[in-house]
C-alpha cells in the first residue's frame, strides 16, 4: 500500500457520520463514498453489481419514511436535503466490511480498516458503559417503587387527618340525648 493511499481521519469525523437507523449503527453511502475518494454513483454501481455480497443485515435502502425521518433530525434547508436526493444505501459494520472486498483501492482498504476499528470501539464502550445503564436502570425501578409507597403513605395519612378533624368535630358538638344529674 503507497504512502499517498494510506489517509488517516479524525475518529471524531468518522463518529459524526455513524447514524442509527432501525436499531443499527449505520453509515450512508454518500458519506462512504467520501471517505474512499470515490463518487457515490460508483460505490452504488459496484454495491449492485456485487449484490449477493450485501444482505439485509449488511446493507439496505432507507425508506422514504426513514429519509425524511432522518432528514428532519437536521434543521437544513429543502434545496439542501442533506445532499440525498434519493434514498441512501445504509451500511452496518459488516456491510462497511464487505465494501473492502467490492472496492479494492488502497484508500478504501485503509478508511475500512479505520472505520471497523472506531465501530469496534463504539461497541466496546457501548459494553464498558452497560453497567452503568443497569444500575441507573436498577436505581430508576427502585424509585419507582419508592414513589408508589409513597402515595400510599400519604393516602394513609389524609385518611388519619380526616378521622382527626371528624373526632374534633365531634368533641366540639353539643351532646344531645338524656343527660345524667
Known sequence: MGNKDKVTVAEEVIASRIFKVRGQNIMLDRDLADLFDVKTKVLKQAVRRNINRFPEDFMFEM???????????FVTSKSDRKGLRYAPFCFTEQGVTMLSCVLKSDRAISMNIQIIRIFVKLRQMLIAHKDILLKLEEMENRLSSHDDQIVVLFEHLKRLLEENVARKEQLGRKKIGFKKK
Open 63 to 73: 425508506t422514504k419514511e426513514e429519509l425524511e425521518d432522518w432528514r428532519s433530525q
